[in-house]
């Protein structure tokens, strides 16, 4: 943090924080209800209709442009990080799809009357970090004076349609893989109430600054049978999205579920840091969950904010896949897999 912004923290200029700031479940879902009708485009491979995390544009030669856009308030009070993980988890969308990403155009929203400009110029740099790390540009921009900090990216990538992966795909036997540890919003929300201690403040920052480039290396496997990305949802939001577009169900196995170091994640519970999105992702679908008590559902439930890859290994191919992980430097194991479709969606054991 540079001088200029050192006294000034942006979770305190927010109502909200990171992806546990999106719109709930079942309020979305009302909002795009009419949107969702069929579209004529039939080189538009992916739209909105099965909740995917971009949309896919057929270009007619074998490949496809990858196209999304992300953004939210701070999530944590550097402005260089903010900046920086903002710009993560909007590139995570093309990953999650199995895409490069290409170039990417900024998207700020700032209370002029609050924040200096040069706090602003900080969290473009992160943003400029992030998407050199990336290997691509910042290209451009748009800004507007707003109430709190808005920050994100829209990304435009590219892929070729062989290697598309979808949040659908999975089949009964797919074993379910995490690419990072859940818990990053009780921390963050530890944070903003002022009850974080020090030496975990590295620890999120860290997570959610890390890239989803894995996700381009295992778009180019077929055994890959779906993917995508965990943020404002929760794991059981994202994962009962996946069932659905998979027509499936899923048993998952709580203690193997990747997490941030679980006695952590329990002292921040103790001290009542559960963020509000918890509450209301589990209103939103908590009635096609079976096993989850409340302190699963704390976690699982847990808003993530540039959270891992969850994907689904076609079964007899976990192996090969997590020779691959390691090779990206990932440890990987499974924390649960696919059945025939049930009227619970997923149940915890």
Known sequence: MNDSSASFKLTQYSHGAGCGCKIAPNVLDHILKSSAAHQHFPQLLVGNEARDDAAVLDLGDGTAVVSTTDFFMPIVDDAEDFGRIASVNAISDVYAMGGTPLLAIAILGWPVNLLPPEVASEVIEGARKACAEAGIPLAGGHSIDSPEPIFGLAVTGRLKIEHLKKNGGATPGCQLFLTKPLGVGILTTAQKKGSL??????????????????????????????????????????????????DASAIIHFEDVPTIDRDILDFYLEQKCVPGGTTRNWDSYGHKIAGADEYRRKILADPQTSGGLLVAVEPGFESEFQKIAREEGYSLHPFGFFIERQDVLITIV
Do not use: W, Y
């Open 197 to 246: 201690k020090p030496e975990h403040a590295h620890i999120a920052p860290d997570s959610m600054k890390q890239l989803n480039r894995v996700g381009e290396r295992f778009g180019l496997f077929s055994f890959v049978r779906a993917m995508t990305d965990v943020t404002g949802f929760g794991l059981l939001g994202h994962l009962a999205e996946m069932c659905e577009a998979s």
